[in-house]
Nanobody, 120 residues
Framework: QVQLVESGGGLVQPGGSLRLSCAAS????????MKWYRQAPGKERELVAD???????NYADSVKGRFAISRDYAKNTVYLQMNSLKPEDTAVYYC??????????????WGQGTQVTVSS
């Protein structure tokens, strides 16, 4: 069974930084793309950033230049470094990963989410 567990959320002042982590565990043969989404109250879930197995990255326009996604292949972990945080970054952040527990049998898995609150 595959699990994704996020950590690193919390309360931070505007202009501050946070680093989110999402670790995959369980029966894992391979991990393809890993992504971070967020959902603010009353809004739809939106893609924040993603990183392919080859290391290519993609960002939402709203976070370009402020957020950086990276991954540790040995630890099956994806990170989201968030700098220059704004109140509008407040949301529950979720990671999603395309994982093959067995060869060539990929499925999408979600973490439980971690709250990020940007407020003075």
């Amino acid at each position: 069974q595959v699990q994704l567990v996020e950590s690193g959320g919390g309360l931070v002042q505007p202009g501050g930084s946070l680093r989110l982590s999402c670790a995959a565990s369980g029966s894992i043969f391979d991990i393809n793309t890993m992504k971070w989404y967020r959902q603010a109250p009353g809004k739809e879930r939106e893609l924040v950033a993603d990183i392919t197995s080859g290391g290519s990255t993609n960002y939402a326009d709203s976070v370009k230049g402020r957020f950086a996604i990276s991954r540790d292949y040995a630890k099956n972990t994806v990170y989201l470094q968030m700098n220059s945080l704004k109140p509008e970054d407040t949301a529950v952040y979720y990671c999603k990963a395309r994982i093959a527990p067995y060869p060539y049998r990929y499925s999408d898995y979600w973490g439980q989410g971690t709250q990020v609150t940007v407020s003075s």
